[in-house]
């Protein structure tokens, strides 16, 4: 299915504080990238750390880079006026967004093989949750394995579709076993 068809799908599902959008055409996220009532209410004392929202809003940066193809500069200068990053790690928030956007040729081609379906026709969530999950896994290797896939399974519950979580937890586990496979192994002794 082509990104559009994709977007347009996705786009019935998705809404940022109670507005539904209609059209990806020049598209910019408002600030507040809230998916659905359920994640708002789900998530408002969960899992908040300042990395967490560094996540949230790198998930929200790749999302619009992934639909418009926007310049990193742009897009992270747009989030960074988005109502609530002042609590989110700034500087985990810039690893996040520039390192995904630099290497992503280089993480899809580590995470084609994992997958069951060419990565155009990933949903545009579960697509920037994989290149989060695999940027952390490859390059923050201070943050354990388990806790950069269950962070990629958390924004994908929250702002994906119904089973995209599933679908993440699988690839980037086997992502981790290929990139990290002394703490795979180690962590499966136990």
């Known amino acids: 299915m082509p990104l559009a068809a994709q977007a347009a799908r996705q786009c019935r599902r998705l809404s940022?504080?109670?507005?539904?959008?209609?059209?990806?055409?020049?598209?910019?996220?408002?600030?507040?990238?809230?998916?659905?009532?359920?994640s708002q209410h789900a998530n408002s004392n969960k899992?908040?750390?300042?990395?967490?929202?560094?996540?949230?809003?790198?998930?929200?940066?790749?999302?619009q880079w992934l639909l418009n193809h926007e310049h990193a500069g742009a897009i992270?200068?747009?989030?960074?006026?988005?109502?609530?990053?002042?609590?989110?790690?700034?500087?985990?928030?810039?690893?996040?967004?520039?390192?995904?956007?630099?290497?992503?040729?280089?993480l899809r081609a580590?995470?084609?093989?994992?997958?069951?379906?060419?990565?155009?026709?990933?949903?545009?969530?579960?697509?920037?949750?994989?290149?989060?999950?695999?940027y952390e896994l490859q390059n923050h290797i201070e943050i354990p394995y388990k806790v950069v896939i269950n962070e990629a399974v958390e924004l994908t519950k929250s702002f994906g579709g119904i089973d995209g979580h599933k679908y993440v937890n699988g690839v980037l586990d086997r992502f981790a076993a290929q990139t990290r496979a002394t703490e795979v192994e180690a962590a499966g002794r136990r």
């Open 76 to 106: 992270e200068a747009h989030i960074r006026e988005a109502h609530g990053f002042d609590k989110a790690d700034a500087e985990h928030f810039d690893a996040l967004l520039t390192g995904a956007i630099r290497d992503a040729e280089k």
């Open 47 to 63: 899992n908040r750390t300042p990395r967490h929202r560094a996540r949230e809003f790198a998930l929200q940066g790749l999302y």
């Open 16 to 38: 940022w504080g109670g507005t539904r959008i209609h059209q990806f055409q020049s598209f910019k996220a408002p600030a507040a990238f809230i998916m659905s009532n359920k």
């Open 110 to 134: 580590g995470l084609s093989p994992l997958i069951d379906r060419p990565i155009k026709e990933l949903s545009p969530v579960e697509h920037a949750a994989l290149l989060i999950g695999a």
